[in-house]
């Protein structure tokens, strides 16, 4: 047996809904339908009434699930594009994030966006903004980048207390594949060394952590040993697996798919600095996309986010300082 | 709603011009869908078909000094209002001289600087911005404008829709909102959208005036549509039209809309406008099928011609790219 991305966010959902009555998913088309990617398939089917389809509201989708949370239910929400919860921007980062820090009653929603570029999907269908709900108190957004971090941070999102947003690469939603479910997991907060090296450190996330391990293999012929750490959730952030990395490396290449002024590799070059400035051996550097919105043509897409090819260019630079 | 009273013959002449906007349009959106199976596009193809006549009819409606803010399913409004096939044709296959240069794709298309404007994906977007144009044409004194912008029913139920069509009723603004109701928005049922008996409804409560019309049908679509857009011009703000109609195609080409139930396909609302208007033409003597057949021909010629000049066209090229999306270039930062 052999088992997707997309599949294991299929699986977790139907876990959660098979073991927790409180649990129930509320977006569009994820009904009969089974959800624009078929992440909610079969669902409807196997637990009537709890998987339900929603008007073109983002808004009102979000603050559904907020009332929801406060009367004691666990809402899993699917916003069918990653880009199209801006419309529910308000109530996530407004109402959601601030519930708990207000009342002390908590508000566990996970909100899944199925986010990230894909070859021919154009502005409205490509974005990376995790960082943006990173930047409000009172969210954890998760990025997993594995089958099983897929299965397991589902879970661990719908069984946390706090507003939840799950961010799921659709890059990877069906061509990566594990042997089968995780039956135990890594908790939410704590990062992973994908791969370990002793030149050089390449911090990343999601989709983007391919794209690092491609690039470790490449350099790996040229005699570079590339330690890579996926975060797997931006926030909480790991910084204790990080400086031990840079540590052990003293080179610091941070890679991110979303857009580069602020975000997740700011974030983290900003704490090395801080944190752990005399571990550093060359200027800690970060690879992101480039400062436009993210292009239609696979020409101009394929140059505009990293790849392999982009980071194992920066990662020869910063080996050579 | 309003009684027509026109002579036969303009009626006919309308009508002909109006069928001839939807005969390119469905071909062009064929050839789309060809070229999508065929691994020749990129992304997604998103066809109008069944929703020509109402398309159409919104297009011929307008002026080119008017505004326009198509969706997804109005190839046939964008002919009618001037776009080019070949603005169309370049657009998907990602052409560097199309009016998006590669940077955006398929139906994301427009030129503002000529009233087109072009879309953005997040649903009920649009109506503001036409809201806005017909504001400050006010303010510059230009009168006798109308704005039009189109979506599905789903996209009633935003947030957006609403804002803004209160926005254009107490601004008295000249906007035609025109609401294809084609009975499903992507896999979602009417009664999983709304739960009011008519969309027209909705009008009332905004204090704005409102249209249904049977959507496949061309006479009645031009009927409704430029009665709708003459009150708008004449002053009488916002019109809201509703057409009932039914998609004859998956929401994209990627879908095969086994949602739809064969109720509603074999019921009067699944007859295809196109069809119908042919018959119209043939019954009428406005037209022959020999005509018929020649027109048909005509536009796949010309079809297939853009196709294979975009073809030969330039894609393009990252390393030519100005990758800034500030037009203020010395604030542009992290250019390379
Ligand atoms: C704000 C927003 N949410 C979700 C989507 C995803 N989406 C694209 S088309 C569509 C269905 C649209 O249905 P409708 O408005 O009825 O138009 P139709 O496709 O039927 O012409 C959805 C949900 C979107 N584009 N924008």
């Known amino acids: 047996m052999s088992i997707t991305y997309l599949e294991a966010i299929r699986e977790a959902q139907a876990r959660a809904l098979r073991e927790d009555p409180r649990v129930f998913i509320y977006g569009q088309d994820v009904g009969a339908f089974g959800g624009a990617f078929k992440a909610t398939k079969n669902l409807q089917k196997e637990f009537p009434g709890r998987v339900l389809d929603a008007p073109i509201s983002e808004d009102a989708i979000v603050g559904l699930a907020v009332g929801a949370a406060i009367e004691g239910l666990r809402p899993i929400i699917e916003m069918q594009f990653a880009d199209f919860s801006t419309v529910g921007f308000n109530q996530i980062v407004n109402q959601a994030a601030t519930l708990f820090w207000r009342t002390q009653v908590v508000c566990p929603i996970t909100v899944r966006l199925p986010f990230g570029g894909t070859s021919g999907s154009g502005p409205f269908h490509s974005q990376c903004i995790e960082a943006i709900y990173a930047h409000y108190p009172g969210v954890i957004v998760v990025t997993p980048a594995t089958v099983e971090d897929a299965y397991s941070m589902l879970l661990a999102a719908v069984a946390t207390n706090d507003p939840v947003i799950f961010c799921e690469h659709k890059f990877l939603y069906y061509h990566l594949k594990a042997e089968k479910l995780p039956s135990e997991a890594l908790p939410i907060g704590k990062a992973r060394i994908a791969r370990e090296g002793r030149d050089l450190t390449i911090v990343t996330y999601s989709a983007m952590v391919h794209e690092a391990l491609a690039a470790a293999t490449e350099l790996a012929t040229e005699g570079w040993e590339i330690e890579v750490v996926d975060l797997r959730s931006v926030k909480p952030l790991d910084t204790d697996t990080i400086i031990a990395s840079v540590a052990r490396t003293g080179r610091l290449l941070c890679v991110g798919e979303a857009w580069p002024w602020g975000g997740v590799t700011a974030e983290v070059i900003a704490r090395v600095t801080a944190e752990g400035y005399g571990l550093l051996d060359a200027p800690p550097q970060r690879l992101n996309a480039k400062d436009t919105p993210v292009p239609y043509h696979p020409n101009l897409w394929a140059a505009h986010r990293p790849t392999s090819r982009s980071v194992a260019a920066a990662a020869r630079n910063l080996l050579r300082t | ?336």
């Not at chain 2, 999508?36 to 919104?58: D, M, N, T, W």
């Open chain 2, 1 to 336: 709603m309003l009684q027509t009273v026109s002579e036969p013959r303009t009626i006919g002449a309308a009508q002909l011009a109006a069928y001839r906007f939807m005969l390119r349009a469905r071909l062009l959106d064929d050839k789309f869908a060809a070229l999508y199976r065929a691994g020749k596009i990129h992304g997604g193809v998103f066809l109008g078909r069944g929703q020509e006549a109402l398309s159409a009819a919104i297009g011929v409606s307008l002026k080119k000094t008017d505004v326009f803010a198509p969706l997804i399913r109005d190839a046939a409004g964008r002919l009618a209002f001037g776009e080019t096939i070949l603005d169309a044709v370049r657009t998907y296959l990602g052409s560097a001289l199309g009016p998006m240069r590669g940077r955006d794709g398929n139906v994301h298309r427009g030129r503002p600087q000529d009233g087109c404007l072009p879309m953005i994906s997040h649903l009920g977007a649009m109506i503001s911005v036409v809201n806005g144009v017909l504001f400050a044409r006010r303010m510059k004194g230009v009168t006798g404008l109308v704005g039009a912008a189109c979506l599905g029913e789903g996209a009633t139920s935003t947030g957006s829709f609403h804002e803004a069509l209160n926005q254009a009723a107490v601004e008295k603004l000249p906007l035609v909102l025109v609401v294809a109701n084609n009975q499903y928005a992507y896999s979602t049922p009417n009664d999983r959208q709304f739960a009011c008996a008519d969309l027209a409804d909705k009008a009332v409560g905004y204090g704005v005036e409102a249209h249904s019309v049977v959507g496949n049908d061309l006479a009645a679509c031009l009927d409704v549509v430029s009665h709708a857009v003459a009150r708008a011009r004449a002053g009488h703000g916002p019109q809201l039209i509703v057409a009932n109609l039914l998609r004859l195609c998956g929401h994209g080409e990627h879908d095969d809309a086994g949602y739809i139930v064969p109720e509603l396909k074999n019921s009067p609302l699944g007859r295809d406008c196109l069809k119908l208007a042919e018959e119209f033409l043939l019954q009428e003597k406005i037209a022959d099928r020999a005509q018929l057949a020649v027109w048909r021909s005509e536009a796949i010629r010309e079809i297939e011609d853009a196709v294979a000049q975009v073809q030969r066209e330039p894609l393009p090229d990252p390393f030519a790219e100005n990758w800034t999306a500030l037009s203020t270039e010395n604030l542009a930062e992290g250019r390379e």
